[in-house]
């Protein structure tokens, strides 16, 4: 069986065999503890982030998830923090689990609303207006 992985960063990228894996969690269930600790975090991080947004309104899942994902990815720069060059508009939407066509016409509302600003490939997030905006 064939895997895909696109990565929206450079990053390295480390394959282990299963049978090593497994064999070298026999021996050190430390380490498997720890492994299973993390995957779990993982987890309930992913699962209480999904019940936060599905009880907001479309507009105000975006503006979470924008708000989110520029703390924990996010360059911070005076008032702004500002994405990455690879976060583009698409993976946004994605990521706020909306239609891109949706998210374009709320990107552009949310701009005159100077809740974000776009020059060229970069979108910035003017985080406290954000905030204000869903409530938080």
Same mark, same amino acid.
């Given at each position: 069986?064939?895997?895909?992985?696109?990565?929206?960063?450079?990053?390295?990228?480390?394959?282990?065999?299963?049978?090593? #894996?497994?064999?070298?969690?026999?021996?050190?269930? =430390?380490?498997? %503890? $720890?492994?299973?600790?993390?995957?779990? !975090?993982?987890?309930?991080?992913?699962?209480?982030?999904?019940?936060?947004?599905?009880? #907001?309104?479309?507009?105000?899942?975006?503006?979470? =998830?924008?708000? %989110? $994902?520029?703390?924990?990815?996010?360059? !911070?720069?005076?008032?702004?923090?500002?994405?990455?060059?690879?976060?583009?508009?698409?993976?946004?939407?994605?990521?706020?689990?909306?239609?891109?066509?949706?998210?374009?016409?709320?990107?552009?509302?949310?701009?005159?609303?100077?809740?974000?600003?776009?020059?060229?490939?970069?979108?910035?997030?003017?985080?406290?207006?954000?905030?204000?905006?869903?409530?938080?």
């Amino acid at each position: 069986m064939e895997e895909r992985v696109i990565a929206i960063t450079a990053c390295t990228f480390i394959s282990i065999d299963r049978e090593y #894996l497994l064999n070298y969690l026999a021996i050190r269930p =430390s380490f498997m %503890e $720890l492994l299973i600790k993390e995957m779990s !975090n993982t987890i309930a991080k992913t699962h209480n982030r999904m019940m936060y947004l599905s009880n #907001l309104s479309r507009e105000n899942r975006v503006a979470a =998830s924008m708000l %989110e $994902l520029s703390k924990e990815i996010g360059i !911070n720069e005076g008032d702004h923090i500002i994405f990455p060059k690879a976060i583009t508009k698409k993976i946004l939407s994605d990521y706020s689990r909306v239609e891109y066509r949706y998210f374009q016409k709320l990107f552009s509302k949310m701009k005159t609303e100077h809740l974000i600003d776009s020059r060229g490939p970069r979108i910035e997030v003017n985080q406290d207006l954000l905030e204000e905006h869903i409530g938080r």
